[in-house]
């Protein structure tokens, strides 16, 4: 499998429950949102191995006027949560928790966190991850790889090598859906990230806004591309130079309709 562009970008709707996530895309987007849960626990909500039905449990659904499509909202963490507020740190020697290093894991992430998935069940599309404060792999169709997208900032994606070119490449088109996207819910900077990279692991869990700048300016500060003071720059990347690790871009030269 080849690299692919991970994106993760601030957000600022109401994660405190699935419904109230729910309520905001619906108001954000202009979409219908099914909301509950995919049943995909291995365990039971006494922390016992199960197997899991893999059905949609249906919770409510929240209509939009000027909707044209209705998305799907699950908890992902629905399970753990339940647990953990039945047994607290007990739950940590519960059967199904007790010999697993990762179910053990992910009950601790899913303490003080939510995760919820967005997905559009009719075209079988992830429109990404919501955690706390910060959404991962925000869809978007246009760029998906990870050399294809360093590419464009060193010109070898446009057909001439000119700077113009990239204002009609796939790149601008990408900006502009990830800023309307990333407004719309409330935020104005993303970072694009190589999900089988040096940047990898910030892509694996849930780490918040905060933290993820900490990590990026202690260990990416010097490989890290600006992506609007490129755009403003004018000057493509040297092709023999190595890509950066990673993107910042807040979208700043983009104007506003």
Not at 39 to 68: C, L, M, Q
Not at 173 to 196: H, L, M, P, V
Not at 226 to 235: I, L
Request: glycine letters at 6%; proline letters at 2%; charged letters at 25%.
């Amino acid at each position: 499998m080849g690299a692919d562009v991970h994106t993760i970008g601030r957000q600022s709707l109401n994660t405190t429950s699935v419904e109230t996530l729910a309520k905001d895309i619906s108001k954000c987007l202009k979409v219908n949102v099914e909301y509950g849960v995919y049943d995909t626990f291995g365990f039971d909500w006494d922390g016992f191995p199960r197997e899991p039905s893999f059905e949609y449990w249906v919770f409510g659904i929240i209509n939009h006027p000027k909707a044209k499509k209705t998305l799907w909202l699950f908890d992902e963490f629905y399970a753990y949560h339940i647990v953990w507020e039945k047994y607290g740190k007990k739950a940590f020697i519960l059967p199904y928790f007790a010999n697993s290093k990762w179910e053990k894991f992910e009950l601790k992430q899913s303490i003080n966190s939510v995760q919820y998935e967005l997905r559009d069940n009719d075209k079988c599309i992830d429109y990404g991850t919501f955690f706390n404060d910060v959404i991962h792999n925000w869809y978007n169709c246009v760029y998906n790889r990870w050399w294809g997208f360093c590419r464009t900032f060193t010109g070898e994606n446009t057909w001439s090598g000119e700077w113009d070119e990239i204002y009609s490449s796939e790149m601008c088109k990408f900006r502009i859906e990830a800023k309307t996207f990333f407004n719309s819910i409330g935020g104005n900077e993303a970072f694009y990230f190589n999900d089988q990279g040096k940047s990898q692991y910030l892509t694996e869990i849930y780490y918040n806004w905060p933290t993820i700048l900490k990590e990026v300016e202690t260990n990416f500060k010097d490989t890290t591309l600006n992506v609007s003071d490129f755009m403003t720059q004018k000057q493509f990347l040297s092709k023999d130079e190595e890509y950066p690790l990673a993107y910042y871009d807040d979208f700043a030269d983009l104007k506003t309709e």
